[in-house]
Structures are given as C-alpha cells and as structure tokens.
C-alpha cells in the first residue's frame, strides 16, 4: 500500500478553498446514548451537499494537461462531485448511474453541467458503461472510492476530526465502497493509532463486509435501501480501498433498514439536520445497540443531505416505505 499520511496533506492543499472544512458538532441526544461525547462531521453542508466533493476534487485537480473530459459511475453523489469538479476544470463530464438511483439526485448532478446516462439495475452496470466511454470516446475514468486520489481527498475528513478533536477515541464511518472509510482510517491512525475507526453499512447488500469476510472482493446482490448512497459493490478488481479497509478498520457493523428509518428521525427532531440514510447509519448502530461503548469522544460523519425530499417527509411523519418488495411499517418518533 503506497497511499500515506503525506498524500492526504497534498489532498487538503489541492483542495482548499473549493471543498469546505465542515463543522464538527456535538450531538447532546446523541450523547445520552453513547454515555460519551458524540460529534457530528457535517459534510452535508458541502458545496454539493456531500462528502463526495473532496475526493472528486483531488482526483479531477491532478488530471494531466490535455485530458478533455472525464466519466464515473455513480450512486449519485460522486456524480456530483466530478460534475462540480470538471466544471471547475472546463472538462466534459459524463456521469453513469444505474436505475436505482434516486430521480432527486438524477437531477442534481444534470443541475451541474453534467451529461447523464442511465444504465441497468447496478453498479456494475453503470461502471461497464462508464468503461465503454473510456475506450470508445477517450474520456478519463474517475473511480467512486478505488482511486488514489480520491481515498486521499475523502481522508482530509479525518484530518480535520483529529485535529479539532485530539481526544477522539471512536470514528464511525458510513461503509460502501470504502474510499471514505479507508481514507480516513489512514489519516485517523496515521495520527493517533489508538482512535477505532468502525465501518457500518447497511445489511442489505452490505459489499465490503462481505468482502472482508470472504478475504477478497466479492459481488453481492444490489436492493433497494434507504442507505441508496451506499448501494453496489467494491469491484472484483479492487486494488487500493479493500485493502485499506480490511487492514485499517477494526469492525464493520451492520444496521437494518428500520434502524435506519429510526436514525433519520433521531437526527432530524433531535439535531434539526436532513440527512441521507446513508448518513445516519453510525447513529443507527450507536443506537441499536450493535457498538462496543466508546472510550471517548465518539464522532460520526453525516456524509451527504441529498435525498428525495417526499421519502424524507413520510419518514419524518412516521409513515410507511415501500423499499421495492421490502416495506418499513412506519413509526411516530417516540
Ligand atoms: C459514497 C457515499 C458514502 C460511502 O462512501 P464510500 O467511499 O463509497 O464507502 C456514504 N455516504 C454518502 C452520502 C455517500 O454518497
């Protein structure tokens, strides 16, 4: 593994200024919870409303002269971070996702600048397509999380957690690809070895917890989830964020689908934040129970606040969702 401490520095350089250094919150409901301080990475609050954008950047900023577009599969956030980025650049971007990605974030990315192709029921269909235009019209793969670059951009999160917070003792990471969490359990670990880092996605389709269980990538069948965000696999040819997150993260954690539900509303009456479910699942595991207790401060990162707002306000209300076949019996918060 050559990816360091160093690059994420040179990541935080290339991106500054255009990615923000979110504010890190305590949550007091949380903490009640937790029985220790629990902190809030409000990257919700980025330029495109997510995470994502810091990675893109990195990777989009350090493209070579005379490349003249770029392309990525996406679940609907790095879409938007490539769009935003090659926009920055001047670069054509074309942007392939899948069906199951939500309309709102369809149009976020379209909203960018960006060309958009719908492909297929998967992730894996998107990046096939992403692919063909690599070979067939010369544009440049960005990878969601198994690029050098972005892992590096996404681990100036945890640079700033650190660094803010000397004293954090447990960062919980939303868990897909694993560019996000391997990234920051690099930067996190690089600082202070003894800061668990915990990985958590949600059960249904969860990819890199099958993957590391099994001892390399594996495929795992894509559902429809509130966690959209972190739906589709690692890639059979993952060479840069398995490796990461098998040897840096010390657990991942499962949620189901209800925990989930529960999260967003926690952290929309508690903390007043519209979050994605993909951002909720660390407070969904504090909550469920399925955490070691924190020896600290423990920080989650609400990684993105660009869902469809009708879903959002049935969950809101304690309504019924219907997730494909799979329903989610509604429930008032308390
Ligand atoms: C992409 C994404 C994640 C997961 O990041 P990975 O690097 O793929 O593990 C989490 N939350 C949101 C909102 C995302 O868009």
Redesign the pocket.
Known sequence: MDLSLADILAARKTIAGMADATPLVPSPHMRTVAGQEFLLKL??MQPIG???LR?ALNAVMNLPEGVTGVTCC?????GRGVAYAAGLRGLRAVICMSELVPQAKVEGVRALGAEVRIIGQSQDDALAESQRLVAEEGLVEIS??DDPF??AG?GTIGLEILEKRPDTAMIL???????????VALAAKSINPRVAVI?V?MDRGAA?YQSIRAGKPVEVEETPSL?D??G?GVGLENRL?FPL?RDYLDDVVLVTEEEIYHAMQTLYYEDRIV??G??V?GIAAMQAGRLPKPRGPAAT?V????LDMSQFTKIINGQDIALGDYRIAGKAYR
Not at 74 to 78: A, E, R
Not at 173 to 183: D, K, M, Q, R, T
Not at 303 to 306: K, P
């Open positions: 990257e919700n997510a995470f994502k990675g996406s679940t609907g956030n790095h969601p999380f972005v892992i996404q990471a939303p868990l897909s690809g694993g560019g996000l969490a391997g990234g990985g996605s890199m966690a965000s972190l589709g964020s997150c979050a994605e993909a951002c699942v990162i990684t993105g606040r660009n």
